[in-house]
């Protein structure tokens, strides 16, 4: 089954840049807590080990759809490896950084935040070089990447 939201208001040339932070956020957090109720009650085995690979895709997939599909990007890579590190009792949060595509809107890049390292799941499952590399991370102390960014 999917379910599709229908966002116009975010990821466009025209959106706030605080608006698309605070979408990106909440579903994020959503696919998170949709794999931690999975993990309740199935087993699955740890992302590294899976056999799962880094694949750009456009769908948010939960941990038994990315397991059949066998890859995914980094929202679906991030969120499962939070979702496992939680359920094992480890402390940790999704961290994004952006960069301004070739069409006036948004690209983003999704890391777990264990910490203060920064851990890449989609590096660790076979992303070459990150696309979003000259950016700094969104969890950086230094805000003034920020102003940078949406000015």
């Not at 931690?36 to 997939?61: E, F, Q």
Request: some cysteine; charged content about 20%; hydrophobic content about 40%.
């Amino acid at each position: 089954m999917q379910i599709t939201f229908n966002l116009p208001h975010v990821f466009n040339p025209a959106s706030n840049p605080v608006d698309n932070a605070y979408a990106l956020r909440a579903l994020l957090d959503c696919l998170i807590n949709i794999n931690l109720a999975y993990l309740k009650n199935h087993s699955a085995p740890a992302l590294y080990k899976s056999g799962v690979v880094y694949g750009r895709t456009t769908i948010w997939d939960s941990i038994p759809a990315l397991y059949q599909r066998g890859y995914g990007d980094c929202k679906s890579l991030s969120a499962a490896l939070i979702a496992q590190y939680r359920h094992a009792g480890k402390e940790c949060l999704p961290s994004f950084r952006w960069i301004r595509n070739d069409k006036g809107g948004t690209d983003f890049h999704i890391l777990v935040m264990v910490g203060s390292r920064y851990e890449d799941p989609s590096k660790v499952l076979g992303m070459g070089r990150n696309e979003n590399s000259p950016m700094p991370f969104a969890g950086d102390p230094n805000r003034s990447w920020f102003r940078r960014l949406f000015d």
